[in-house]
């Protein structure tokens, strides 16, 4: 059985490869230079000469909320192009399997917490990332539908906020966590004082490490189709996966200035805005199915932050 895998290079992507290729399967994968999943008729000859047994879509156009904000078109375009043509062009090929991995911004910004699956399209979504989020919504309906019309096996998950080897450390334009391992970092290093956190420090988060994240991919990919199919229903397949923990921002930041040695203080700045105070996904659906996350956050922190520590010279900065 070969596994055609989209997004090789990026985080959940190369997590995922890291894991197939210790159970030493047989993995395809091109760069986005050796083939373009905007472009309708290179992804149909792809999918036609090398006709994959299974196809992961880990492949997207991301960024922050500024990048959402200022190329909303290409967002949107982008991924709407990537999703139509790898789902459409591996029906064409005949592949029964697939996986779509989608994101946990598909849900409405007041969504009921803990957001749990059926919280989908009851409610307006969160305007910074709305091109984005539209993208992974079709993404699933895509799935649905050709499960319905055609009878394939395509499945759908969606993360909560990941991390891991691969991620964007920048101090400002990244997510909190990397953003705060390099700010840290640069403190304990620096022997600085203090460390500001934006905002209250009130705000919770939930955070999955990223192999737990491919871990939970695989482990779906997996499923018998009738374990699958009784724990979801024909428009309503994608499965969230999370952490099933939450932490606030200021207990966040002592946990990474714990891992990086920092002694000074740290300080809020509620003049900085909070954002959304809660963002929790109801993981309880993969859990009736089997897997649960095993990655402990500080655990999580530590790791990461060797793996910043020994790629910090060619990392995103």
Not at 98 to 125: H, K, N, V, W
Not at 237 to 265: C, D, M, P, W, Y
Not at 270 to 288: E, V
Request: glycine share 8%; aromatic share 6%; with cysteine.
């Amino acid at each position: 059985m070969n596994i055609y895998l989209t997004g090789h290079r990026g985080m959940v992507g190369g997590a995922i490869a890291r894991q197939l290729a210790a159970r030493g399967a047989e993995v395809i994968t091109r760069s986005h230079v050796e083939l373009d999943l905007t472009e309708q008729a290179a992804v149909r000859d792809f999918m036609q000469s090398e006709r994959p047994d299974v196809v992961i879509l880990a492949a997207a156009r991301v960024g922050g909320i500024h990048a959402n904000n200022t190329y909303p078109a290409d967002f949107i375009y982008d991924n709407l192009m990537i999703e139509a043509n790898v789902i459409h062009q591996a029906h064409a090929a005949d592949v029964q399997r697939l996986l779509f991995l989608g994101s946990s911004c598909i849900y409405p910004r007041l969504a009921p917490q803990p957001m749990a699956e059926d919280a989908l399209l009851t409610g307006t979504l969160e305007p910074t990332n709305e091109p984005y989020a539209i993208a992974k919504i079709a993404g699933i309906k895509l799935c649905e539908s050709y499960n319905r019309q055609h009878g394939r096996d395509y499945r759908s998950v969606m993360p909560t906020n990941l991390y891991g080897p691969g991620d964007n450390f920048h101090p400002d334009n990244s997510h909190v966590l990397p953003a705060l391992i390099r700010r840290f970092h640069e403190a304990a290093r620096d022997g600085a004082p203090e460390v500001v956190v934006w905002g209250t420090g009130t705000p919770r988060r939930e955070f999955l490490h990223v192999d737990d994240m491919a871990a939970a991919s695989l482990f779906v990919l997996d499923l018998p189709k009738d374990k699958y199919d009784a724990h979801t229903l024909p428009m309503l397949s994608h499965i969230n996966v999370g952490s099933g923990t939450e932490i606030s921002i200021l207990k966040l930041a002592q946990i990474v200035a714990r891992v990086t040695g920092f002694q000074g203080r740290i300080a809020t700045d509620p003049t900085k805005p909070d954002g959304t105070m809660r963002k929790l996904m109801d993981g309880s659906r993969l859990t009736a199915m089997g897997w649960q996350a095993e990655i402990g956050l500080e655990d999580g922190v530590a790791g990461i932050y060797r793996w910043f520590l020994d790629n910090k010279e060619t990392i995103r900065a």
